[in-house]
């Protein structure tokens, strides 16, 4: 998978995903499949329940595909085999969609893109979290993120 940066946030704050949210879709065009990649806890369901506009529980939990009015969101972070992902049958779910959004997917990237309609364009949203409290009293949960955009160029 090769890609090439498009676009880069420092220091956001949760306070902050609507603007990211918002300034994403400026920049990525519906039909784009969007992986959302970054450690266990850096914010990537808390994203895509702003992006899609959701507040219905998001989690690994529950389902690995959520319907989201005009979107998808899939949550593979219990799926382990390339047949699991076959399985999910995703084409239905993307019939006049316009976003479909996957965490803990880039590690299924080649049997997505076979499985996924030539409409979509591929990008890459990598989540950091920055290590360091911006003051001594915060928790890890109030530290900020740093976002990465990333077109797939080839595949």
Not at 38 to 67: E, R
Not at 107 to 117: D, Q, W
Not at 118 to 130: C, D, G, P, R, T
């Amino acid at each position: 998978m090769e890609t090439k940066a498009i676009r880069e946030w420092k220091k956001v704050f949760v306070s902050d995903i609507g603007y990211i949210s918002y300034e994403l879709k400026e920049i990525v065009k519906p039909k784009a499949v969007i992986f959302l990649e970054g450690a266990m806890g850096s914010g990537k369901t808390t994203f895509a329940k702003d992006f899609l506009g959701s507040t219905d529980t998001m989690s690994p939990s529950y389902s690995v595909i959520y319907d989201v009015g005009n979107n998808v969101h899939a949550d593979l972070y219990r799926i382990e085999s390339e047949q699991e992902v076959f399985q999910l049958e995703i084409p239905l779910y993307l019939e006049n969609k316009d976003y479909f959004l996957i965490e803990w997917g880039k590690k299924f990237f080649n049997t997505l893109s076979r499985e996924i309609p030539e409409s979509f364009a591929f990008y890459l949203l990598e989540i950091n979290v920055n290590d360091t409290a911006q003051s001594e009293t915060e928790e890890k949960k109030s530290f900020s993120r740093n976002f990465t955009l990333s077109e797939i160029q080839e595949y």
